[in-house]
């Protein structure tokens, strides 16, 4: 089984700067992706930003780019998301979602328990 758990959310104000983390641990053989999705009260879970394999390459919704990074440390399993600038609209609660192998070579996808994030202006 594999399980996520995710930190660093809390309250920031506008323009300032929160990092998340997630960090995926079990029976993993390999971790593809990693991403970070929201979802704001009354609206449709979207992607934020995910992160390939061997971290070359980023996908970022356009909302937040130029103001949030994605990285990932692979000896870890763990996945961060490095917000800055940040806007009373990126209130949400986000979460981490992996896709992989398990020890099985079977496929995997994990989502984490979501961490709330609140931007007051």
């Known amino acids: 089984q594999v399980q996520l758990v995710e930190s660093g959310g809390g309250l920031a104000q506008a323009g300032g700067s929160l990092r998340l983390s997630c960090a995926a641990s079990?029976?993993?053989?390999?971790?593809?992706?990693m991403g970070w999705y929201r979802q704001a009260p009354g609206k449709q879970r979207e992607l934020v930003a995910a992160?390939?394999?061997?971290?070359?390459?980023?996908n970022y919704a356009d909302s937040v780019k130029g103001r949030f990074t994605i990285s990932r440390d692979n000896a870890k399993n763990t996945v961060y998301l490095q917000m800055n600038s940040l806007k009373p609209e990126d209130t949400a609660v986000y979460y981490c979602?992996?896709?992989?192998?398990?020890?099985?070579?079977?496929?995997?996808?994990?989502w984490g328990q979501g961490t709330l994030v609140t931007v007051s202006s």
């Open positions: 979602n992996i896709w992989g192998y398990n020890d099985y070579k079977k496929y995997l996808e994990v």
């Open positions: 992160i390939s394999s061997g971290g070359s390459s980023t």
């Open positions: 079990g029976s993993i053989f390999s971790i593809n992706s």
